[in-house]
């Protein structure tokens, strides 16, 4: 079992930026591929970003490539979304999650979820 819990997100103007951290609970953080996805209002959820388990590879949704970054501090149990050039657009909530394997990009292919946490981007 995996608990994650999110936090970090907030009201920002268009252009600014906010970094999201997902803290996780267990000693085998390490052995999980960590994502972030986002869900907007009247929207299915998205995927945003992943990272691999040591954080070699990285795999990004076109929407926010170049914009935003997934990292990971295993030491920490905590994966981290700096966005940037943040735009009205990217209003949702912003969910972590875990999967054990590499090159999901479907939520329902995740096996643990935070509570999530709200980003709201004004113009």
């Known amino acids: 079992q995996v608990q994650l819990v999110e936090s970090g997100g907030g009201l920002v103007q268009a252009g600014g930026s906010l970094r999201l951290s997902c803290v996780a609970s267990?000693?085998?953080?390490?052995?999980?591929?960590m994502a972030w996805f986002r869900q907007a209002p009247g929207k299915e959820r998205e995927f945003v970003a992943a990272?691999?388990?040591?954080?070699?590879?990285?795999d990004y949704a076109d929407s926010v490539k170049g914009r935003f970054t997934i990292s990971r501090d295993n030491a920490k149990n905590t994966v981290y979304l700096q966005m940037n050039s943040l735009k009205p657009e990217d209003t949702a909530v912003y969910y972590c999650?875990?999967?054990?394997?590499?090159?999901?990009?479907?939520?329902?292919?995740?096996?643990?979820w935070g509570q999530g946490t709200q980003v709201t981007v004004s113009s």
């Open positions: 267990g000693r085998t953080f390490s052995s999980y591929v």
């Open positions: 999650a875990a999967a054990m394997t590499w090159g999901k990009r479907l939520h329902d292919e995740y096996d643990y």
């Open positions: 990272i691999s388990w040591r954080g070699g590879s990285t």
